[in-house]
T-cell receptor, first 109, second 115 residues
Framework: KQEVTQIPAALSVPEGENLVLNCSFT??????LQWFRQDPGKGLTSLLL?????REQTSGRLNASLDKSSGRSTLYIAASQPGDSATYLC????????FGTGTRLQVFP | EPEVTQTPSHQVTQMGQEVILRCVPI?????FYWYRQILGQKVEFLVS????????KSEIFDDQFSVERPDGSNFTLKIRSTKLEDSAMYFC?????????????FGDGTRLSIL
């Protein structure tokens, strides 16, 4: 059974820091991996999608990498801003999305 | 950008009552999903729906749950007799189905509170 784990569970950093969020999964038989952002009480916003054949994807200050064989992905956030404060979820797609528990990020001025 | 629309945003219901949660998918999407998130817990898969039938359902999706797309537009989740533990945020997601490089798109969710 696929299990997705995210560490750390919470992170509080000053503005301007570069951050790394980690995601691991137990079964490498995935089609893709997605990173989402969730603001309190809100829906899920897709940030990046990495296909199983890809190693990384970039969007603005965000860079996500995927090492399928070792069951790991990282989300790198450059030059963090207070507006980045949210919960970040990773999810692997087989024929459905299986989510991790998320990393709650707070960026303070 | 096209959006997935869910209504209502918040539903408060007495235990034992029926509820229907509604979702308007993105117009050219073919695959539809319901997920739920109990407060403080993971987002969990409930059911997937394609070509007017259920493709897969989780253990959570028991006989009290049903889905349908009655008019070719709205995609609904019905809970026949709600329980306290059904209190959660319910998310609808849709997917174009044109390749695994396309993400699922999520609605803003319906917060269901069972009293």
């Amino acid at each position: 059974k696929q299990e997705v784990t995210q560490i750390p569970a919470a992170l509080s950093v000053p503005e301007g820091e570069n951050l790394v969020l980690n995601c691991s999964f137990t079964d490498s038989a995935i089609y893709n991996l997605q990173w989402f952002r969730q603001d309190p009480g809100k829906g899920l916003t897709s940030l990046l999608l990495i296909q199983s054949s890809q190693r990384e994807q970039t969007s603005g200050r965000l860079n996500a990498s995927l090492d399928k064989s070792s069951g790991r992905s990282t989300l790198y956030i450059a030059a963090s801003q207070p507006g980045d404060s949210a919960t970040y979820l990773c999810a692997v797609y087989t024929d459905k999305l299986i989510f991790g528990t998320g990393t709650r990020l707070q960026v303070f001025p | 950008e096209p959006e997935v629309t869910q209504t209502p945003s918040h539903q408060v219901t007495q235990m034992g009552q029926e509820v229907i949660l509604r979702c308007v998918p993105i117009s050219n999407h073919l695959y539809f999903y319901w997920y739920r998130q109990i407060l403080g817990q993971k987002v969990e898969f409930l059911v997937s729906f394609y070509n007017n039938e259920i493709s897969e359902k989780s253990e959570i999706f028991d006989d009290q749950f049903s889905v349908e797309r009655p008019d070719g537009s709205n995609f609904t989740l019905k809970i026949r007799s709600t329980k306290l533990e059904d209190s959660a945020m319910y998310f609808c997601a849709t997917w174009a189905g044109q390749g695994v490089n396309q993400p699922q798109h999520f609605g803003d969710g319906t917060r269901l509170s069972i009293l």
